[in-house]
């Protein structure tokens, strides 16, 4: 069976860092890309960031490009999003998500329907 877990989040101060896990089971980690999305209250889904199955180039939302980096550990089935110099504006729910097999993340990678499974998410809150 197919699982998500993401840890991680919490509440940091303005200009804070925090890592985010997601850890994977049920599938071959090696096979498969995955991406970041948050959702902030009152707000639509936005996709943080995708990384492919190999680790290759990562993509970034403009929003958080040049603060966040994705990266995976295939020995733990595990992909992290390191977030620094944290904003108000990054508070949210953020979910972890697989990319459907075959697909990439640059184009595929927007769709959130492109994404088969989902975690359940882990709220950060960015405030002083």
């Known amino acids: 069976q197919v699982h998500l877990v993401e840890s991680g989040g919490g509440l940091v101060q303005p200009g804070g860092s925090l890592r985010l896990s997601c850890a994977v089971s049920?599938?071959?980690?090696?096979?498969?890309?995955i991406g970041w999305f948050r959702r902030a209250p009152g707000k639509e889904r936005e996709r943080v960031s995708c990384l492919r199955y190999d680790g290759g180039t990562p993509y970034y939302a403009g929003s958080v490009k040049g603060r966040f980096t994705t990266s995976r550990v295939s020995a733990k089935n595990t992909v992290y999003l390191q977030m620094y110099d944290l904003k108000p504006e990054d508070t949210a729910v953020y979910y972890c998500a697989r990319l459907k097999r075959d697909f990439y993340c640059a184009g595929h990678g927007s769709q959130p329907s492109n994404y088969d499974y989902w975690g359940q998410g882990t709220p950060v809150t960015v405030s002083a």
């Open positions: 049920g599938f071959a980690f090696d096979d498969y890309g």
